[in-house]
DNA sequence: TTGTACGCGTTATCAG
DNA sequence: CTGATAACGCGTACAA
C-alpha cells in the first residue's frame, strides 16, 4: 500500500469544480452559504473520508484547543482523579489534555511549563510541586496571556485562579467529629507546617477543640510525614507521654494507618480504646479491616470546576484578567475506625 | 499590558539583517552554516524571548511530536502507572502524551480515537475496552500510518505491536506457591471468560495443577468478576459446595478481598485455614491487616516498554511494517495470606 | 555560507 | 452566496 494521501479541502474543491474557501465554510457551518453546497460538501467530504488538519486550523487561529496538566505524580490516586475530572469536563468541548510530571521538583516542574507553553498551548492546570518557592514561571505563563489554574497546591500569584479544598474546615470536622464521639484528648499528626494546607488543617484542630472548650494541649501534637513509619513513631512517642490520647486526627491517611498498626501491635483497640480519622480518602481507607475514617477531598469535582473555571475565563472577555478562587468542601468519610 | 507580541523567525532576521531561513539553519543545528552567525542568532534569540512555534514545525514536517493513550479510566491505579511509565520514558524524548478516557465503551473509544487521529498525532498507545470486538477503527489508523501500540488489553490486528504481560505465568505461579504451601484443594476465581487474559490465567492454574499431579476439580472454579460482592458470593457458594478449599487463587484483587472478609466473617482465619492470592497487586492489597499476596504486572515497565516499542518503530525504517509483541513476566508479590 | 521562494492546510478578508 | 488571495510560522529545495 502506498502511503496514504491525506485528503485536503482544496482536494475536495476541485472535485467539485468549487473555492476551497466554500469548502471550508460549509465545513465550518458558516451561515452564508447555500444549503445545497453544504450538503454536497459535507456529503464528498464523508466520501473523500476528509479530515480536518487541526494544525493548519490552529497555526491559522492561534488557538489549540489543547491544555496542559502538570502534576508532581500521574499514579497518585488524588491527581489522576483530578485529571479526570478535567479529561471528562473538557473533552466534550473538544479540547485535548497534554499531561506532565513536575516528580515533585520544582526545576522539572519550571521545564514543564515552558515546554507546555512552546507547543502554544491553551490553557495549564497545576499543582506545584513541595519544593516550588518561585513563582517566575508561572508568571512568565500569565504574561503571555496563557490561563493558569492552580488546584489543590497554589501559589499566590495575581490574575491565577484557582480550585482547592477548605483545609481548616477539614481539620475543623474531623476534630468535632471526634470531640461528638466523645473523645476527650485527641492528638493531632500533623504534616510539613512549611505549607499552608497543613497550617490550616491544624487551625481547624484548634478551632473545634476552642468550640467544644477542650482545652488544647501540645504535647498531643506530633510533627508527621505521609508514610506509615511516621505513625508508628508518632504513635510510641504519644504513648510515652503523659497525655494517652483516646483519638487521633492525622492529616495523612498513611500516618494514620500506621498508627492503626501500631496501636494494634501493642493492644489498644479501635475504635472502642481510640479512634482515629485520616486525611484524603485513599482508595485503601475503605478496605481495611476496619475501613479508616477520611477527610474526602472530591478529586474528581476539583477537576471538574476547575475545567469549568478554565471555561469561562477563555469565553469570557479577554480584556479583563479574571481570577477566581474556588474553595470546595471537603467531606468527612465516617467508617469504624471511628464508631463508637 | 497590550496583547504580548509573539516574537518569530522573522522578527530576529529582521534585527540581524539576515535571512529568516538562515535564522532557522542556527536555530535548528544545521551544519552549513558559520560559527559566527549561529552564536549571534543563538544569542538574540535569546535576548528576544523567542520561542520556536510547535505548531507551525509540526504542520511543516507532518510530525506533531506528540502521542494519543486511550485507556478505559485515568485513576485507576494501572492505567496511570502504565501512563506514568510512558511519560517518563517519552518526555526525554520531546514527545506530548495526550490522554483519554474510554469509559469501558467501544463507542467512545472509536471515537477518542478519531479525535486523535484527527490532531495528526504519531502515535497511539491504547487498552481497549471491556466491549471492544471490532477492530476497525484501529486499522484505519494503521491505514494512515500512525503506530498503535497496545498494552495489556489487545486485538489481534496486524501491524499493531504490544506489550502484554504473561498471565498464563500469573495463573501459574500463583497456583504453584499455592501448592507449594501444601494446599490441595485450590479454588480459582476467574472472570470474564470471553477475554483472553482470563483465559490465559486459568490455563495457568491448570497447567500448575496437573505439574504437581493434583487433580483439577471443576466445581471449585467460580466465575466472578472484579467486585468484592462477587468474591463474597464465590465464598458462599463453594462453602456450600462438596469440596471446601483450602486456598483460593483469584483472577481480581477485589474479588479475593471479598473471600478474605467473607471467609473472617464465618470464622475461618488466613493464612491458617485458607491461603488467598490475588492479582493485580493493587495498591490496597499490602495495606490490609493481613496483606494480601497479589500478582503485580508490572504496570510502569510496561508503560516503559510500549514507549521504547513506540520509538522503534517511527525511527526505524518507514517502509517495514514492524511488529513487536512483548510478553513480560509478573511477579509474585508473596505477603501473610498465602504465609503457611 | 547565505538568500529567495514556495508550500504545509486552513481561515479571514475583500471583491464580485 | 461564492471566488481569489493573503497570511499563520516554519523549513527546505534551489539558486547565488
Known sequence: MRKREKVTIYDISKK????????????????NISEKTRDLVM???EEMNYKQNRLAQALKKGKTNTVGVIVPYIDRNFFSSVIRGI?????????????????????NEVNQLNALLNTQIDGIFMS??????????????????????????????PGVSSVVIDDFKGGYISTDHLLKKGCKHIACFIGNME?????????????????????????????????????IEAVNKLWQGSVIPDAIFATSDYAAL????????????IPEDVCVVGFSNEPFTKYLDSPLSSVDQTPHLMGKIAAQVFLEQVNGSKE???EKKVVLSPELIARESSNR
Open 320 to 322: 479583563l484578567t479574571i
Open 16 to 31: 467539485l469544480n468549487i473555492s476551497a474557501a466554500t469548502v471550508s465554510r460549509a465545513l465550518n457551518g458558516n451561515p
Open 258 to 269: 500506621g498508627a492503626i498498626q501500631q496501636l494494634k501491635a501493642i493492644g489498644i483497640r
Open 43 to 45: 456529503k464528498t467530504a
Open 128 to 157: 506545584v510541586s513541595k519544593n516550588t518557592r518561585n513563582g517566575d514561571h508561572i508568571r512568565k505563563a500569565i504574561e503571555e496571556k496563557t490561563p493558569v489554574i492552580f488546584f489543590d497546591r497554589k501559589l499566590d500569584i
Open 195 to 231: 505549607l499552608e494546607i497543613y497550617q490550616n488543617r491544624f487551625k481547624g484542630y484548634k478551632a473545634a477543640l476552642e468550640h467544644h472548650g477542650i482545652p488544647y494541649i501540645e504535647e498531643l501534637v506530633v510533627q508527621t510525614n505521609s508514610k506509615i513509619e511516621s505513625g
Open 87 to 107: 479529561e471528562e469536563e473538557l473533552t466534550g468541548h473538544g479540547y485535548y489534555v497534554i499531561i506532565s510530571q513536575s516528580h515533585e521538583d520544582a526545576k
